[in-house]
């Protein structure tokens, strides 16, 4: 069953119009050059930016006119992580459910720890100890703030994923112990510089200079295909 649709969706002078369907239980690796669109692409299958052509479609409505509980259906681990410096390790954890609260359960995770035995699950989920909970998320290492903003996306309990470059902060077991998490999860989109890992996705998504170019299974993907997907011109 499709959840998300690009029709013609494209982003001038970042994306060229492309089609695609993202079906529940897939799990896509996005691959291309640096500067080739897959933070675009990711932009745009989550709402955060709009079209300038075509439609984006989330459970067959207009993504971008989707109610807030709807658009929360889709969760994004960004590259930049978007962690709120400010707050504790716990409560960055907790902004991941306000979709699911009220105001004022938002407004009290500002001022107290709220369900710190969920955040103490997920933290263990992620490998981080419960003693960083209490943490400002200001003072942690680079690996630590991405499993922050991971937990963040677990607590959000997506139904759609979409990961841009988690692994790169990450020594190679821990890269591994994410990927896996993320492949857990009901579908995800997820964009890496590892075109080795592609084996552990079902679909090979390939962007080129801001062009869907390759949309495979692994299995159909050769050395070729991959050295000119990563070629100059
Ligand atoms: N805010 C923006 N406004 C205009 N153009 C942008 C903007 N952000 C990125 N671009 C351009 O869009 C193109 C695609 O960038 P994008 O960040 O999507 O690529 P990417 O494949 O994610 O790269 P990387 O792997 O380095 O993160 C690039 O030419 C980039 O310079």
């Given at each position: 069953m499709a959840v998300l649709e690009l029709r013609r969706a494209g982003l001038t002078g970042r994306l060229q119009p492309l089609d695609l369907t993202i079906d529940h239980g897939e799990r896509t690796v996005l691959l291309g050059r640096s500067g080739a669109g897959k933070s675009s692409l990711i932009g745009l299958c989550n709402g955060s930016l709009s079209p300038d052509q075509g439609r984006v479609l989330w459970r067959g409505h207009d993504l971008q006119r989707c109610r807030p509980a709807q658009r929360r259906q889709i969760g994004t681990l960004w590259q930049d992580l978007r962690?709120?410096?400010?707050?504790t390790v716990l409560q960055n954890i907790n902004t991941g459910a306000l979709g699911r609260h009220s105001l004022l359960w938002g407004l009290r995770n500002l001022l107290q720890p709220l369900e710190p035995e969920l955040g103490d699950a997920i933290l263990r989920q992620v490998g981080l100890s419960n003693t960083l909970r209490n943490h400002r998320v200001a003072g942690l290492s680079g690996g630590e703030r991405q499993r922050v903003a991971l937990a963040r996306l677990l607590r959000q309990q997506p139904t759609l994923v979409l990961a841009d470059e988690p692994l790169s902060a990450l020594d190679p077991r821990l890269a591994n112990d994410v990927l896996n998490l993320l492949l857990e999860q009901p579908s995800c989109m997820v964009s890496l510089?590892?075109?080795?890992?592609?084996?552990?996705?079902e679909r090979v998504l390939g962007l080129r200079q801001g062009e869907l170019v390759l949309d495979a299974?692994?299995?159909?993907?050769t050395e070729a295909t991959l050295a000119w997907l990563y070629s100059e011109d």
């Open positions: 962690l709120v410096e400010e707050l510089h590892r075109p080795d890992l592609m084996q552990r996705f299974s692994p299995s159909a993907i």
